[in-house]
């Protein structure tokens, strides 16, 4: 009989990638999501006999603990998140929601480990721990060594490793920490929420960079607005690959009670991120943009040592910036058309 798994957050954006890595694997998969972000989405794996979906607050510890009953993994996913304008909209519900929804997680799945059927916690946390960094790459174990993030985001998630180590620490729960790096992929739509956040004449999808650029481009916005002077430095990371890191983080003995950054190797600044996707979709169009005030938290660099993932697991993000964005930019062209972003 194949092993489950339960994901929290299984029908957001990172979590769905996870999902179809881990019924690719053989898998049976059971998905706990409240759709507060987004409401219902349709994802291709809802009639895969392998997954049960339950719609669900994860910050109920008995709803979590009756899950997870006869799951040998676990992996915490759940989580208030969105970009950058996300972080200044929400600062106190990102940080209040996602320390409840960590919290009951550990809960439930220390109740579960001390019962004999969990195996193992496979915790997803941030590139944000790295927030305050002034080297870089920037490796595991340097974010004990930094000041703490700033954003109350960046924050959390730093919690979540906390959180993860003391639940180990206290009552042996096994745990593996991934870190992914600036996910690029399909499944992300603009968030159900009433604030409007404008760039230029644009309102935001609340999400992330490629999804903004490429809206704001597809509707004939020149000059091209920027959040900062676009020297910003990002490791965008197909989610597919960031799928496969995480579920082998989730396998791999030696990532027991380790923790992993997930991430290509490849450097882009937003500037050439943004003219790359200006090429795609004007040609030789002039490409002209304006540099717009930046948020308070906007981290000028984030580069990271993917070394040990490699080393140590065998993991290595094979996907280029242009073959992602040739995955990715058609989907996100149909979702501006459909007006879900």
């Known amino acids: 009989m194949p092993e489950s798994v339960l994901v929290t957050g299984s029908s957001g954006f990172i979590g769905g990638y996870v999902v179809e890595e881990l019924l690719r694997r053989g898998y049976r998969v059971v998905g706990l999501d409240d759709h507060s972000k987004y409401g219902p989405v349709t994802r291709s794996y809802d009639t895969d006999p392998g997954y049960t979906l339950t719609e669900g607050d994860a910050r109920d510890p008995r709803l979590v603990a009756d899950l997870l009953s006869g799951c040998e993994h676990l992996v915490a996913g ?40 969990l195996r193992k916690v496979t915790y997803l946390s941030s590139s944000m721990v790295f927030e305050s960094a002034d080297r870089w790459p920037s490796h595991e174990g340097q974010e004990r ?19 993860a180590r003391a639940a180990h620490a206290q009552h042996g729960l096994p745990f593996t920490i991934v870190r992914p790096f600036n996910c690029v992929g399909l499944g992300e739509l603009r968030a159900r929420s009433g604030e409007a956040v404008l760039s230029g004449n644009v309102q ?87 540099c717009d005030p930046p948020f308070e938290h906007v981290v000028q660099r984030r580069v990271p040592a993917v070394d040990k993932a490699r080393d140590r697991l065998g993991f290595q993000a094979t996907t280029s910036l242009d073959e992602m964005l040739d995955l990715v930019i058609p989907g996100i062209l149909d979702a501006v058309a459909q007006g879900l972003v």
């Open 145 to 163: 060594e930094i000041p703490p993030p700033w954003s109350s985001y960046g924050f959390q998630k730093l919690a979540v490793e906390y959180f």
């Open 204 to 290: 935001l999808a609340m999400s992330h960079v490629v999804p903004d650029l490429v809206q704001k481009i597809a509707k004939g916005q020149d000059p091209l607005h920027l959040l900062g002077d676009g020297s910003q430095v990002r490791h965008y990371t197909y989610g597919g690959d960031l799928a496969d890191g995480i579920v082998t983080a989730m396998e791999h003995p030696n990532a027991l009670n380790e923790d992993f950054n997930l991430s290509t190797s490849e450097s882009t600044t937003v500037l050439a991120l943004a003219e790359n996707i200006w090429r795609r979709l004007r040609g030789d169009t002039e490409f002209r943009y304006v």
């Open 78 to 117: 759940a989580a208030m998140i969105g970009g950058i304008s996300y972080f200044h909209t929400y600062p106190y519900d990102l940080l209040a929601t996602n320390e409840r929804i960590i919290a009951a997680t550990c809960d439930a799945a220390i109740d579960q480990f001390q019962r004999g059927t």
